[in-house]
């Protein structure tokens, strides 16, 4: 569970719960220095790399038993082509892909010769566009036609991939080897010997039995994923879902920047943006600000945790220099995980002056931000740390006229959920279907007025031989604009309890009406801002077993009400982040989630776009104020489950 106390005004909060080890990959970061006197420039966004994806090859079982007319109205083999084009579009441009075929060209009865028939269709080297155009050429060219040499064709396909770096082989299979030796699962516990970096994940395309059995052990040995798939849209969605799990890294984003690590007199001064810096275990850094009275302040900051990590916690406050050397005032905001986090994500935002006062104001309206972190991590790596800086006016008058189109919604296999806030992907009213792994938990977007009401129903087909604790259950988060959890419901927890249940599982969300914004009733706490809001979905609390298991899921979301149109805060988070990792989905989002803008003359680029209501106001002025109660969770919050309160629930799985 994670506990986030945020001591502004003796105001407590509680979010949700980060229990799961998950789809983050982030690399060390290696920052580079901003300069202390005047806001950071960009530089070579290089802070925080992760590494090339991993090399993939895609092994596509071509035997004669793949013309079998029986994949929703299509053979087997064009339900093949649908899906390996699928993964050609949408292999991210620094991703090298290869396809080793087998059973493909030889038709005889001789079983040496039908067992040699496999061979490389295209090498492993990333997609340019004359790449992805030939590489789908010879897909279409395809024939089934011969022997099913799984083994021979893993044995091959290590050696396309190669022995340095992150290599994956995805095998899709529709029944069992033919010409073993060797024994298929015995070459996958031969390549996982060898102690190389190679795990080989399968999807069983209409298989069942022992073939069923053969293809998951090659799975379970070599350290890869299983996935069934009954028909062409299973065989496209999971497919499309164990390449993507490869290919998602944690998109760390921002302009480079290393913090002072022992005052704030040394720190670089930054203006509003995001910015790229990393924590180690513990201690304590500090980033210079400016802010006028007048102005509100949002901070964010989080770190992503690979692997997982149980037991941290992370702080930040900001203001004035106090005695002690500790910056006080502006705002203080707390944020612990005490379950398994791969995610540590803390925000906070002053407050506006009250009416009629005048605000406190400090030398040179410079304050200081203090990131403090205690990851419990004992190997001192370093974990990639994004901070959000932004400011508004708290004027509201100032914002009045000042708005941004909401970004058209997607729909099919391109509203595929995205795995951060910056990449949620945006999708309107309707039902939105895809496989997830366990342990992913991709997040949508939806855009919403004032007056408007949000309903959300998430469903799954769980299998009967999923691995599931007492706990395990399908959850869903929701998160308003200021990305800060919102619950699900106003009666129902955000989980739904898997317990001995099999076949589909419901979980529905009956979120409140978007209120004003000074309603601040206990009816509509967390949905008084119109904007962007976030829904998280996955299958949370389930043993390190179930981790990758591929399940067949849906969205379904509702927009009723009537709008109208309210004055709102706009916040200036800068221009567009440059990105270091690669993603999945959407362009980088404002504070709203509506697509940043570039940078302006004046502006430090490299950060998210505006807030709520839209454009960005004036670049980087300054800014001072008290403290506020809402949050802004940035990064892959949503990547977690909200487990507290749920007691144990004593139905077993039949």
Known sequence: MTVRTR????????????????????????????????????????????????????????????????????????????????????????????????????????????????QQLFPVKTMDAAARTAAKQRVAGMNAVGFTPIGVSLREAAKDVGTDGKRRIVLVSDGEDTCAPPPPCDVARELKAQGIDL?????????????????????????GEYADAADADALTANLSTLFRRAWTTYNATGIPVQASTTNCAEAPLIGPGQYLDAVTTGG?????????????????????????????????????????????????????????????????RTEAPKPGSTPDSVPGDEGCVMIENHVTDPTEKRFPLELQIGLADADLAKSAGKSVAAPTPKTGADATGGFSFNSATPIGAGTHKQSIAVGEWPIWRVDLKAGQRLTVKAGAQIPADLPYSPNSGLGVLLFNPQRDSVGCSTSRGAIELIGSRTGRVEKVCDTWEIAK?????????????????????????????????????????????????????????????????????????????????????????GANGAELAGEPTSAARDDKSTAEELALPVGIAAAVLLLAGVGYYGLRRR
């Open 284 to 348: 304590k850094q500090y980033y210079r600000v400016k802010k006028t009275p007048d102005q509100i302040l949002q901070v964010s900051a989080t770190v992503a945790l690979t692997p997982s990590i149980q037991h941290s916690n992370i702080e930040i406050d900001a203001g004035p220099m106090t005695p002690t050397g500790d910056p006080r005032g502006w705002m203080r905001a707390f944020s612990q995980s005490t379950g398994w986090a791969n995610v540590l994500s803390v925000g906070g």
């Open 199 to 223: 795990a080989v994940d399968v999807v069983g395309f209409k298989t069942s039995g022992a073939a069923r059995d053969q293809l998951k052990c090659i799975a379970q040995v070599s350290g």
């Open 517 to 605: 914004p000074n309603d601040t009733s206990v009816q509509n706490a967390g949905f008084s801002e119109p904007g962007t809001y976030y829904i998280a979905l996955g299958l949370g609390s389930l043993p390190e077993e179930a981790l990758g298991a591929v399940i067949p899921v849906d969205l379904t979301v509702a927009v009723d009400g009537t709008p109208r149109t309210e004055p709102r805060l706009v916040f200036d988070f800068g221009g567009t982040p440059a990105s270091t990792g690669t993603g999945n989905g959407a362009a980088a989002t404002g504070g709203d989630g509506s697509a940043a803008g570039a940078a302006r003359p004046g502006q430090t680029p």
């Open 7 to 118: 001591r502004t005004r003796a105001s407590v909060l509680v979010l949700p719960a980060l229990m799961l080890g998950g789809f983050l990959s982030a690399g060390a970061a290696q920052a580079a220095p901003a300069a202390p006197s005047t806001p950071a420039a960009p530089v070579a966004a290089s802070a925080a790399e992760a590494g090339p994806p991993p090399k993939m090859e895609l092994v596509l079982d071509l035997s004669g038993s793949m013309k079998e007319n029986d994949a929703g109205g299509q053979t087997r083999l064009a339900a093949a082509k649908q899906a390996v084009g699928r993964i050609i579009d949408t292999a991210p441009a620094d991703a090298a892909l290869g396809l080793r075929v087998y059973g493909a060209t030889y038709a005889g009865e001789n079983k040496p010769e039908g067992c040699a028939d496999t």
